[in-house]
């Protein structure tokens, strides 16, 4: 008993070490790790597996893969890049929403700018925004005091900072929204539209069965290929994207007002 106590004491920091060698070098294996580390290869497998999880890395045979950078930066790290180009996006889509108007809203970082430019209206416009973005509802008293806030629930993925599971399903499966817009962290033209964590393709593939209009905001960065990521819509399930150029026009095709 005496001899697990380190152990668990070491967990948070080896975990912590493992997702650095995941950003250095991926893909990692389960010896190297354990030699790296000093301990044993059944210790590294619960690590591996406590962070396959939470959605930072994913088993392969031998070892772990990264899922993506995404899952490991920060939100205010996330929204640093390509602000300039978020916040136009933000503001073009803003406009398909009318005073009065309640919207679901997911978590992401051109998603925080969407909600940034409808605070923005006049308190008179009475604009109710329901959303799993634990950073929204965080500077809802602060910074989006002139909109109406409503949390899904649900459990937090504290990392990424949003709700999911089915405490947020229960929460939005009487309700049918006009219009839903969510964020995504990849596109690939003969595939879908995609999201780098299974418990955000879940929560994302939720919000698009109620809606009526199914909306979604990404930068042109996000239109790759050759990575790994989870479709949660195909090309024809969406109805309007939001993008702030078409590279070699791989989604115009689908895009209505932009």
């Known amino acids: 008993m005496a001899q697990e106590e380190p152990a668990k004491l070491l967990a948070a920091e080896r975990r912590r070490r493992i997702v650095e060698m995941l950003q250095s070098s991926s893909p990692i294996l389960i010896s190297d790790v354990a030699r790296e580390l000093g301990v044993s290869t059944v210790t590294v497998r619960g690590d591996f597996d406590a962070l396959a999880s939470r ?3 994913r088993r392969v045979h031998g070892g772990a893969v990264l899922v993506s950078e ?3 930066s920060s939100p205010a790290e996330r929204t640093k890049g390509h602000l300039r180009e978020k916040r136009a996006i933000a503001d073009e889509a803003s406009r398909l929403v009318a005073d009065g108007e309640t919207v679901l809203i997911g978590s992401g970082s051109t998603t925080y700018e969407l ?3 409808l605070a923005a209206r006049p308190a008179e416009a009475d604009i109710t925004v329901v959303t799993n973005d634990w950073h929204v509802l965080e500077q809802g008293k602060l ?3 002139h909109i109406n806030l409503v949390g899904t629930g649900g459990m ?3 990392e990424q900072g949003f709700f999911y599971g089915h405490m947020l399903a229960s929460s939005l499966s ?7 817009f969510i964020g995504a962290n990849g596109y690939d033209p003969a595939f879908g539209f995609l999201t780098d964590l299974a418990s955000a393709c879940e929560v994302k593939k939720n919000f698009l069965a109620h809606a009526r209009n199914k909306i979604v905001l990404m930068d042109a960065s996000k239109v790759i290929e050759g990575r790994s990521y989870t479709r949660f819509a195909k090309p024809d399930e969406i109805d309007m994207v939001f993008v702030d150029r078409c590279p070699r026009r791989r989604v115009l095709s689908l895009a209505s007002g932009y």
């Open 70 to 72: 995404f899952a490991f």
């Open 174 to 180: 009487d309700i049918l929204f006009d219009k839903v």
């Open 156 to 158: 937090l993925m504290r």
């Open 55 to 57: 959605g930072l890395l």
């Open 115 to 117: 909600v940034r430019a």
């Open 143 to 145: 910074e989006f005091g």
